[in-house]
């Protein structure tokens, strides 16, 4: 359904003319997702213990379709940020369901709903979007160390694309090819620990690695050619790819540099994050996908790898276990993403670290590998990226609501690329309570599940990967999770402290504040029935973001109530993984 999806799509931008299309493609977008959703969910009940696709390419379970949902559901989320207007005119003599249908209300649209936003007209962002979530698919179902190279390559450049798909952007343009040294980076670790795994195990395949890894012990003892930890090391090197794509420490610091003397270039680590840089520098609509869909599939696929080859490796020392890298990268990501966050004064590379140290906390709770890590890797990941959606569309719709007014800061009026990310600077939504205390209230309540706040859902996500921690006996490493997410809580309060303790340096549009807008009611007939007024006050965000922002901030404000089905489905799915 996906690539028949993208070849209508494909020609459909080939043949038309008209870049205002965009919309509609997005919702045509919208519905082919929806039906692969639907796709998976009839099929949930068929598949038990797996079932092996394309001689043994594809390997579908009940884990691997689960997520395949949840991309789906996440990606139909962020499409609605392209798929309607983002504003629209509310008058409350026109709401009722009789004046609705009966009647057709027509005003002024092109300003008053963002009608010419960049972000409308562009036809190829939902076939891109297709291109990625059908990347993220295979790579959390294969099977085979080529099909895992073509998948992760397959979602990898499409993200490069859409970090540069603003094409009049200075900023993203740069962005997107910052990430894409990054991603040229990774891949070439990836590549190394896949011809280090054919050469050590003489398969690509996935079933035959986990089976020499169980057997091992015989195969060194019975030849001298063959020791265990080739493979280890191997998938060492092979993980490093992995964790450059997910942002983990410490493999974010990539960057080129003049050196000093003639015109030679010398790559070295700086204090200059490249994955952090690329999340402020494009906008943010895109931003949005970047940070969420990429970093789920890859996970689900380390999932795997980590658990069918626990079995022989936690036998061994931890210091030839290659998931004590992940370990390592664990306890760098909570340390960084936490301390050099505190420093930050920029809205996108603040969430940029907190995604780090929230990564930190994924990677706790996956190199474990007991049943209750793997519940808490599972709700942990899932929760957050619920979470992290919340906070970007927030950004966007606040954004959009300072339509009506003007500021005076010269800081604000001079930053660049305005119009694709409006909110850049935390300053920017300084007493933004008092112009929409309804959206700041969402965004407090998502700030303080990613702190922890008790009874949002943050809390149980990171009590749950804790108390596995512990459990385990990885004391110290709880203990460092535990300093850092209150450390970071200083940040993240600071957001807080600036949206609802200061007065707003934002004054409404004088043009605006007396001006009354003209508008029409037609009939089913199109004959006039009257004219009708409104104000800047009945201007207001579009439904399809209103109710989405409430449904989420609803299920992490009121988890509580609601939690047993969510985590009865993670104790299934682990009970399936272990029972295999």
Same mark, same amino acid.
């Given at each position: 359904?996906?690539?028949?999806? @993208?070849?209508?799509?494909?020609?459909?931008?080939?043949?038309?003319?008209?870049?205002?299309?965009?919309?509609?493609?997005?919702?045509?977008?919208?519905?082919?997702?929806?039906?692969?959703?639907?796709?998976?969910?009839?099929?949930?009940?068929?598949?038990?213990?797996?079932? *092996?696709?394309?001689?043994?390419?594809?390997?579908?379970?009940?884990?691997?379709?689960?997520?395949?949902?949840?991309?789906? #559901?996440?990606?139909?989320?962020?499409?609605? &940020?392209?798929?309607? =207007?983002?504003?629209?005119?509310?008058?409350?003599?026109?709401?009722?369901?009789?004046?609705?249908?009966?009647?057709?209300?027509?005003?002024?649209?092109?300003?008053?709903?963002?009608? $010419?936003?960049?972000?409308?007209?562009?036809?190829?962002?939902?076939?891109?979007? %297709? =291109?990625?979530?059908?990347?993220?698919?295979?790579?959390?179902?294969?099977?085979?160390?080529?099909?895992?190279?073509?998948?992760?390559?397959?979602?990898?450049?499409?993200?490069?694309?859409?970090?540069?798909?603003?094409?009049?952007?200075?900023?993203?343009?740069?962005?997107?090819?910052?990430?894409?040294?990054?991603?040229?980076?990774?891949?070439?670790?990836?590549?190394?620990?896949?011809?280090? #795994?054919?050469?050590?195990?003489?398969?690509? !395949?996935?079933?035959? &690695?986990?089976?020499?890894?169980?057997?091992?012990?015989?195969?060194?003892?019975?030849?001298?050619?063959?020791?265990?930890?080739?493979?280890?090391?191997?998938?060492?090197?092979?993980?490093?790819?992995?964790?450059?794509?997910?942002?983990?420490?410490?493999?974010?610091?990539?960057?080129?540099? /003049?050196?000093?003397?003639?015109?030679? @270039? @010398? #790559?070295?680590?700086?204090?200059?994050?490249?994955?952090?840089?690329?999340?402020?520098?494009?906008?943010?609509?895109?931003?949005?996908?970047?940070?969420?869909?990429?970093?789920?599939?890859?996970?689900?696929?380390?999932?795997?790898?980590?658990?069918?080859?626990?079995?022989?490796?936690?036998?061994?020392?931890?210091? %030839?276990?290659?998931?004590?890298?992940?370990?390592?990268?664990?306890?760098?990501?909570?340390?960084?993403?936490?301390?050099? *966050?505190?420093?930050?004064?920029?809205?996108?590379?603040? =969430?940029?670290?907190?995604?780090?140290?929230?990564?930190?906390?994924?990677?706790?709770?996956?190199?474990?590998?007991?049943?209750?890590?793997?519940?808490?890797?599972?709700?942990?990941?899932?929760?957050?990226?619920?979470?992290?959606? !919340?906070?970007?569309?927030?950004?966007?719709?606040?954004?959009?609501?300072?339509?009506?007014?003007?500021?005076?800061?010269?800081?604000?009026?001079?930053?660049?690329?305005?119009?694709?990310?409006?909110?850049?600077?935390?300053?920017? %939504? /300084?007493?933004? =309570?008092?112009?929409?205390?309804?959206?700041?209230?969402?965004?407090?309540?998502?700030?303080?599940?990613?702190?922890?706040?008790?009874?949002?859902?943050?809390?149980?996500?990171?009590? $749950?990967?804790?108390?596995?921690?512990?459990?385990?006996?990885?004391?110290?490493?709880?203990?460092?999770?535990?300093?850092?997410?209150?450390?970071?809580?200083?940040?993240?309060?600071?957001?807080?402290?600036?949206?609802?303790?200061?007065?707003?340096?934002?004054? &409404?549009?004088?043009? #605006?504040?007396?001006?009354?807008?003209?508008?029409?009611?037609? !009939?089913?007939?199109?004959?006039?029935?009257?004219?009708?007024?409104?104000?800047?006050?009945?201007?207001? $965000?579009?439904?399809?973001?209103?109710?989405?922002?409430?449904? @989420?901030?609803?299920?992490?404000?009121?988890?509580?109530? $609601?939690?047993?089905?969510?985590?009865?489905?993670?104790?299934?799915?682990?009970?399936?993984?272990?029972? !295999?």
């Amino acid at each position: 359904m996906i690539t028949l999806s @993208i070849l209508c799509l494909l020609f459909s931008n080939a043949v038309t003319l008209r870049r205002d299309m965009s919309i509609l493609f997005n919702r045509i977008a919208i519905i082919a997702i929806s039906y692969c959703f639907l796709q998976d969910l009839v099929s949930l009940s068929l598949v038990n213990k797996g079932i *092996g696709l394309h001689g043994g390419l594809l390997h579908i379970t009940n884990i691997t379709q689960i997520f395949h949902m949840f991309v789906f #559901l996440i990606s139909m989320l962020i499409l609605q &940020l392209t798929s309607f =207007f983002p504003r629209k005119v509310w008058v409350k003599e026109h709401s009722s369901l009789k004046h609705i249908l009966m009647n057709n209300f027509v005003y002024y649209r092109t300003k008053i709903i963002n009608k $010419m936003g960049d972000h409308l007209k562009i036809i190829e962002y939902p076939l891109i979007l %297709l =291109f990625v979530v059908s990347g993220a698919i295979f790579l959390m179902s294969t099977n085979d160390l080529v099909s895992i190279f073509l998948s992760i390559e397959l979602q990898s450049y499409g993200l490069y694309l859409l970090s540069t798909i603003y094409r009049n952007s200075e900023l993203a343009t740069t962005g997107g090819l910052i990430y894409f040294l990054l991603g040229g980076l990774s891949s070439c670790f990836i590549l190394l620990g896949t011809s280090l #795994l054919y050469a050590n195990s003489g398969t690509t !395949n996935m079933d035959g &690695l986990y089976v020499i890894t169980s057997i091992s012990d015989s195969i060194g003892g019975a030849s001298s050619w063959y020791q265990p930890y080739y493979i280890n090391f191997s998938l060492l090197i092979f993980s490093i790819g992995f964790l450059f794509k997910v942002s983990a420490a410490p493999f974010h610091f990539w960057s080129p540099e /003049r050196g000093p003397g003639k015109s030679s @270039i @010398i #790559l070295i680590c700086t204090i200059n994050l490249t994955t952090v840089d690329v999340y402020d520098a494009i906008p943010t609509i895109v931003t949005t996908f970047v940070a969420i869909i990429a970093k789920i599939s890859i996970f689900i696929l380390l999932l795997e790898i980590v658990y069918f080859t626990s079995n022989y490796f936690s036998e061994t020392s931890s210091s %030839l276990n290659w998931t004590f890298g992940l370990l390592m990268s664990s306890f760098l990501s909570l340390i960084i993403g936490t301390v050099v *966050g505190l420093t930050q004064f920029r809205i996108k590379r603040l =969430f940029a670290y907190s995604t780090i140290s929230h990564v930190g906390f994924i990677l706790l709770a996956l190199s474990i590998t007991s049943i209750e890590s793997i519940q808490a890797f599972i709700f942990y990941l899932m929760q957050y990226s619920i979470s992290n959606l !919340n906070v970007f569309i927030i950004l966007v719709t606040m954004g959009f609501s300072f339509y009506f007014y003007v500021t005076e800061n010269k800081e604000h009026k001079e930053l660049l690329d305005k119009n694709n990310s409006p909110i850049q600077l935390i300053s920017q %939504l /300084r007493g933004y =309570f008092y112009i929409n205390p309804f959206l700041a209230l969402s965004f407090a309540i998502t700030i303080f599940s990613f702190v922890g706040v008790p009874p949002l859902v943050g809390f149980f996500a990171k009590q $749950m990967v804790l108390s596995a921690a512990l459990d385990s006996g990885y004391v110290f490493l709880s203990l460092v999770a535990i300093l850092t997410s209150v450390i970071g809580g200083v940040y993240y309060l600071n957001v807080v402290k600036e949206i609802f303790f200061y007065k707003p340096e934002y004054k &409404l549009n004088s043009i #605006l504040k007396d001006r009354k807008l003209i508008s029409y009611i037609y !009939n089913r007939d199109n004959l006039l029935v009257r004219n009708l007024e409104f104000k800047y006050n009945n201007i207001m $965000m579009t439904s399809p973001i209103s109710i989405t922002i409430s449904s @989420i901030t609803l299920l992490i404000l009121l988890f509580i109530f $609601m939690n047993k089905e969510w985590l009865s489905m993670g104790t299934i799915l682990v009970q399936i993984l272990f029972n !295999n």
